[in-house]
């Protein structure tokens, strides 16, 4: 089974509405990590945001959000008021426990229409 | 800033060649990874390492091999490369403290032909 599941694999967002895009995670840790990373066409991955699964909030990093639903197992990211600068790839990750490997999924493709 | 940065940005190689990609970080990261991202795949491990000479496999490592003699690289090796290696090769570095956020360096376009 995927550790990490990504169903939207384009997403089109009209410039400053925001977009939520979805990602459902598979594990039976209670223990894990839940990251959001973005790749522009430029090719590097630069990390977004970070939700603990003992979180009780939900994660925010300036226009970034993560919509946090542990008995859904599901982390969305949402990105309020977009800019032409968030079109890119984002990929979602996962951590179990406290070992070091990240499982990712197959990317959502974002782009933001002037 | 973490600084981590990669070899080459393309690399164009033959079958049979073997090649070498080279990754540094200046943050005294404990571990580093090797992934390739294919489209539709997303990045899939290859190996990591968790200290100075020490590796584990990741999800595919068959056709690879990495070493890590020093604490700030950490090369992966294609004995003898293949076309279905042509990917993009990414390498990351991360503490080994929470969260473990990693990251990533700029990338390596690899061509086989």
């Known amino acids: 089974a995927q550790k990490i599941t990504q169903t939207q694999p384009g997403m089109f967002v009209q410039e400053k509405e925001a977009v939520t895009l979805d990602c459902t995670y598979d594990?039976?840790?209670?223990?894990?990590?839940l990251f959001w990373y973005k790749q522009p066409s430029s090719g590097e991955m630069i990390f977004l945001i970070y939700q603990g699964s003992y979180d009780e909030q939900n994660a925010t990093e300036g226009r970034y959000s993560l919509n946090f639903q542990k008995a859904r197992k599901s982390a969305n990211l949402v990105i309020s008021a977009s800019q032409l600068g968030d079109s890119a790839m984002y990929f979602c990750a996962m951590r179990e426990g406290a070992g070091n490997q990240f499982y990712f999924g197959t990317g959502t493709s974002l782009t933001v229409i002037p | 800033d973490v600084k981590v940065t990669q070899s080459s940005r393309y690399l164009v190689k033959r079958t049979g060649e073997k090649v070498f990609l080279e990754c540094v970080q200046d943050m005294d990261h404990e571990n580093m990874f090797w992934y390739r991202q294919d489209p539709g795949l997303g990045l899939r491990l290859i190996y990591f390492?968790?200290?100075?000479?020490?590796?584990e496999k990741g999800d595919i490592p068959e056709g690879y091999s990495v070493s890590r003699e020093k604490k700030e690289r950490f090369s992966l090796i294609l004995e003898s490369a293949s076309t279905n290696q042509t990917s993009m090769y990414l390498c990351?570095?991360?503490?080994?403290?929470?969260?473990?956020?990693?990251?990533f360096g700029p990338g390596t376009r690899l061509t086989v032909t």
């Open positions: 390492s968790y200290d100075v000479k020490m590796k």
């Open positions: 594990t039976s840790d209670q223990s894990y990590g």
């Open positions: 990351a570095s991360s503490l080994q403290l929470a969260p473990y956020e990693q990251y």
